[in-house]
């Protein structure tokens, strides 16, 4: 059973930057691809990035481009969302999700899901 656990979300001032962690335990996480969604109440989940098995591939939302990167450690079984120049629209509550041999291009698929870390930015 793969387990994704977040943390890293906080409360942050507009133009300020947090780097979310999501772990993952229970099986070959080198194959995985990985991806990152957010929620706000009373919206419907949206995509945010997403990453290939290595790294070496990357996909945005085109309202966080310039701002947020993903990256993964696949020795640590981390996958990484750096958040900068914050905005309040950016608050949500953050998940990450992964599917094993998956293609990151439609994340959305993904079999697993953390439980997710709220993300909250004042203005």
């Known amino acids: 059973q793969v387990q994704l656990v977040e943390s890293g979300g906080g409360l942050v001032q507009a133009r300020g930057s947090l780097r979310l962690s999501c772990a993952v335990s229970?099986?070959?996480?080198?194959?995985?691809?990985m991806g990152w969604f957010r929620q706000s109440p009373g919206e419907e989940r949206e995509f945010v990035a997403s990453i290939d098995w290595s790294g070496g591939r990357t996909d945005y939302a085109d309202s966080v481009k310039g701002r947020f990167t993903i990256s993964r450690d696949n020795a640590k079984n981390t996958v990484y969302l750096h958040m900068d120049s914050l905005i309040p629209e950016d608050t949500a509550v953050y998940c990450c999700?992964?599917?094993?041999?998956?293609?990151?291009?439609?994340?959305?698929?993904?079999?697993?899901w953390g439980q997710g870390t709220q993300v909250t930015v004042s203005s």
């Open positions: 999700a992964a599917d094993p041999g998956g293609d990151y291009r439609y994340i959305d698929e993904a079999t697993y």
């Open positions: 229970g099986r070959t996480f080198s194959t995985f691809a």
